[in-house]
T-cell receptor, first 117, second 115 residues
Framework: DTGVSQNPRHKITKRGQNVTFRCDPI?????LYWYRQTLGQGPEFLTY????????KSRLLSDRFSAERPKGSFSTLEIQRTEQGDSAMYLC???????????????FGPGTRLTVT | QKEVEQNSGPLSVPEGAIASLNCTYS??????FFWYRQYSGKSPELIMS????GDKEDGRFTAQLNKASQYVSLLIRDSQPSDSATYLC???????????????FGKGTLLTVNP
């Protein structure tokens, strides 16, 4: 069990550019979540995958955001035409398969800190 | 009304004291809660899970869940300077009535343990 990994750890980009982040969940965890955290706030839910299916998207997730999990393993989060308001820590979490206990527990990766200049 | 509310911080305690962190929630149907610790510039780390009414102890940490009062707390005994961090309370709330149990977090409470 090597934990959730995320790449890159830091990303500085200019407004209007596209960025893509990657998340590798804990192996055998079929549930994968993306959250966004800004200074002084708790993480806010963005989207959720069960295996390769994207089952839920937050209203926070504008059309500029897209996420994929093509083979039910790693996931990518892409932000198109970045804006300064997109600057935040992007966190990925995974949780065990439903039916195992405790299946609600989510384990976070180290995060990707995005700065849009 | 926000789904999870944490008492305002920051909280400062001397080394060796008991730190008490509190959280209230709005959904009576919530069955479980989690406490995460987040050091500055790092990601949240799960430190306690509680699934039923009452207390759960793990080392110096005790989580308490009171479903009738919709209240959850975390006690840290014998606080150490290394406990200085932001503590986040989170509950899994069904999203759109589906099977997705996204975590809803409070804003967190910044704890400082003074040597």
């Amino acid at each position: 069990d090597t934990g959730v990994s995320q790449n890159p750890r830091h990303k500085i980009t200019k407004r209007g550019q596209n960025v893509t982040f990657r998340c590798d969940p804990i192996s055998e965890h079929n549930r994968l979540y993306w959250y966004r955290q800004t200074l002084g706030q708790g993480p806010e839910f963005l989207t959720y995958f069960q295996n390769e299916a994207q089952l839920e998207k937050s209203r926070l997730l504008s059309d500029r955001f897209s996420a994929e999990r093509p083979k039910g393993s790693f996931s990518t989060l892409e932000i198109q035409r970045t804006e300064q308001g997109d600057s935040a820590m992007y966190l990925c979490a995974s949780s065990p398969t439903l039916g195992t206990v405790p299946h609600y527990e989510q384990y976070f990766g180290p995060g990707t800190r995005l700065t849009v200049t | 009304q926000k789904e999870v509310e944490q008492n305002s911080g920051p909280l400062s305690v001397p080394e060796g004291a008991i730190a008490s962190l509190n959280c209230t929630y709005s959904d009576r149907g919530s069955q479980s809660f989690f406490w995460y610790r987040q050091y500055s510039g790092k990601s949240p780390e799960l430190i306690m899970s509680i699934y039923s009414n009452g207390d759960k102890e793990d080392g110096r940490f005790t989580a308490q869940l009171n479903k009738a009062s919709q209240y959850v707390s975390l006690l840290i005994r014998d606080s150490q300077p290394s406990d200085s961090a932001t503590y986040l309370c989170a509950g899994p709330f069904p999203y759109s009535g589906g099977s997705n149990y996204k975590l809803t977090f409070g804003k967190g409470t910044l704890l400082t343990v003074n040597p």
